[in-house]
């Protein structure tokens, strides 16, 4: 089985910061591509931003600039440092990674979402 668990959402106002993290566990060989979405109020899903195993990076054009993501390979770990955090940017964040087990395809990974709500 995998499991992805993020963390790191809250309440914070305009031009405040927040750390989001996603952590896969399981029985996992290798750990390819992994993906933070969001959610918002209006049900829109958006890719915000990607990373290759590699540390290759693309954003969402909005975030460009006031998000950061990084990863850890060794923990099979991603982070989302977000800054300047904007009313716009109240969503559930989702994490997805691209996942092989031993004797299984690559496969796609959904954690269970983490809420950000900036507001004053």
């Known amino acids: 089985q995998v499991k992805l668990v993020e963390s790191g959402g809250g309440l914070v106002q305009p031009g405040g910061s927040l750390r989001l993290s996603c952590a896969a566990s399981g029985s996992i060989s290798a750990v390819s591509a992994m993906e933070w979405y969001r959610q918002t109020p209006s049900n829109l899903r958006e890719l915000v931003a990607g990373i290759t195993f590699g540390g290759s990076t ?11 993501i ?3 390979n060794a923990k099979n770990t991603i982070y989302l440092q977000m800054n300047n955090l904007q009313r716009a940017d109240t969503a559930v964040y989702y994490c ?12 796609d990974y959904w954690g269970q979402g983490t809420q950000v709500t900036v507001s004053s």
């Open 70 to 72: 990084s990863r850890d």
């Open 96 to 107: 997805k990674a691209e996942i092989k087990q031993e004797s299984l395809p690559w496969n």
């Open 58 to 68: 693309n954003y969402l054009d909005s975030v460009k600039g006031r998000f950061t």
